[in-house]
Nanobody, 116 residues
Framework: QVQLVESGGGLVQPGGSLRLSCAASGSIFSINAMGWYRQAPGEQRELVAAFTSGSSTIYADSVKGRFTISRDNAKNTVFLQMNNLKPEDTAVYYC??????????WGQGTQVTVSS
């Protein structure tokens, strides 16, 4: 089992920035990939950014050049720096991890609202 706790969401004006954090605990030795997804009202959950099993990074086309995923291995934490936020970035953001055994775990989600 892996537990994920997100933080850092909130309300921001268009063009602003936010930094999300996701702290992992439990069987962290089994983590194979870790990343961020988001789900807007009435929409399907979509991948935003992630570290793959090979430690490379992937981004959704809509956030390339604006969002950056990073991690602090010593603290078992993954971050999502979001710059130049747009109203269409409004969603609940979820942290996800997939273990080497194929199990997937989700955090509780954190709301990001971009509005003037």
């Amino acid at each position: 089992q892996v537990q994920l706790v997100e933080s850092g969401g909130g309300l921001v004006q268009p063009g602003g920035s936010l930094r999300l954090s996701c702290a992992a605990s439990g069987s962290i030795f089994s983590i194979n990939a870790m990343g961020w997804y988001r789900q807007a009202p009435g929409e399907q959950r979509e991948l935003v950014a992630a570290f793959t099993s090979g430690s490379s990074t992937i981004y959704a086309d809509s956030v390339k050049g604006r969002f950056t995923i990073s991690r602090d291995n010593a603290k078992n934490t993954v971050f999502l720096q979001m710059n130049n936020l747009k109203p269409e970035d409004t969603a609940v953001y979820y942290c996800n991890t997939v273990t080497r055994y194929g199990s997937s775990f989700w955090g509780q989600g954190t709301q990001v609202t971009v509005s003037s």
